[in-house]
């Protein structure tokens, strides 16, 4: 009697996302895409478990303590809070992350090159806040005022290296900075129009998973107050902020998933260094820019990688 021939169970990926699985529903397709890559197809030959903490910080651990359960063979965390919470718990499992400060000074890898048990890609995002700044008042000569909105929440030391770049650009160009915190739905409200009654007519914000999770208030906000501003990702310009500059968030989620789908392939993560993007985009949104009065400058025109109409 021949045997029944047991087919391997499909390796599960734990994929764990500061943000929400809507507003975040491109990316996670561009992560499906990199897993494809890798000959992955989620459902067929590789599940996935996803656990969203919608912008709420305080969730990851109780998500990470849920996938903990799991027998996972790789995971992967999104955003900054994400991966140092999945570095808390003390995973055994390899991670694969994305994140935004420097993975070896803030503790999450041993070096670049050999990272060690977990590996990814430094969106290298934090020291863009003064070029942003320069880009919005190139845009916005006449913004002399400028508010800069910030999310204690994501950590200080993030916080304060964003505001540093930022500082140092507008103390260069001669511009006043109005710096205002939001941590939730209430204050992102509260804090614009604090920044409005402060005289501020230009916005900075700084990246955070938590700012992305409310990509739709924050720019029907600055719509309704007319106030211009600068993101770090092309997805605010696309559904109606004015400008960003950055490097691809939707490519990032694709090298994570080709990472996650070398793992499962048997790569040591030890063995892949951590990437870092080499291109980044400058995007602006023609309509938007006429909405505020606003006409694109020869040099934004000429510079922009992508114009939105």
Known sequence: MARTQQLPAQPLIGFLSTRSPEEAAIHTSAF???????GYIEGRSVAVEYRWAKGDYSQLPPLVADLRSRPLSVIVATGDPAAHAVRAAGFATPVVF??????VRTGLVASMNRPGRATGVNFFTADL???RLELLCTFVPSA??????????????????????VTAAAQSLGRELVLQSAST?????SGFAALIKAG???????????????RSRIIAVSSRYRLPG?????????????MSYGASLADTYRQVGVYAGKILRGAKSDDLPVLRPTKFELVVNIQTAKALGLTVPQSILIAADELIE
Do not use: C
């Open 200 to 214: 501020v007519t230009a916005l900075v914000m700084q990246n955070d998973p938590f700012f992305d999770s409310r």
């Open 144 to 165: 002399h005022v400028i508010g800069l909105l910030n999310n204690p929440s994501f950590g200080m030391e993030a916080v304060d290296q964003f505001r540093q770049s």
């Open 230 to 242: 600068i993101f770090h990702i092309r997805e605010f310009p696309a559904d109606g902020g004015l």
């Open 98 to 103: 994305i994140v935004g400060q420097d993975p």
């Open 32 to 38: 499906r895409r990199g897993l494809e890559e890798m």
């Open 185 to 189: 739905d209430a204050e992102i409200d």
């Open 129 to 131: 806040g003064g070029k």
